[in-house]
């Protein structure tokens, strides 16, 4: 009996000793970690836009071109191009923000200001006018000249 108890203190010890016992983990060096290159958020939204959108008062479906541009201080700048039907609206600010292209434009014929919310997926986009208006269209993507 005194030989499985002292077999039993044994192991306990030997276990709870264990427990305490750390790895290290190797070391990295700078020199191995591999370069992230810094992707940029916004150049998929610039381009040029064809749109349609959907249910507006007094018109139906307006059609838009619109051109989305950076400038050299990187900063996006958008155009709207007059189509068969003057636009009415002015471009007042181009941002991005959560994936998220947001225009905001002023409408000369209702005298507010409201924003389109544009969701660009490969060269399709959908999105909304004033969150009340759906919009789809495509998106033609500049290409650089070297």
Do not use: H, W
């Not at 610039?46 to 959907?54: A, L, P």
């Amino acid at each position: 009996m005194k030989n499985k108890l002292l077999l039993l203190a044994l192991t306990l010890t030997f276990s709870s000793c264990g427990i305490f016992k750390t790895t290290n983990a190797p070391k990295v060096s700078s020199a191995e970690v591999e370069e992230v290159k810094e992707i940029d958020s916004t150049a998929k939204f610039i381009g040029k836009y064809d749109i349609t959108v959907f249910g507006v008062p007094d018109v139906g479906e307006l059609e838009l071109i619109m051109n989305v541009t950076r400038d050299d201080g990187n900063e996006l700048k958008t155009e709207i191009e007059e189509g068969e039907q003057e636009s009415g609206l002015d471009v007042l600010k181009t941002e991005i923000e959560e994936d998220i292209l947001y225009v905001d434009v002023y409408v000369d014929g209702y005298g507010i200001n409201v924003s389109f919310e544009i969701y660009v997926d490969g060269n399709t986009v959908t999105g909304y006018l004033a969150d009340m208006f759906e919009l789809e269209g495509t998106i033609t993507k500049y290409v650089k000249l070297k």
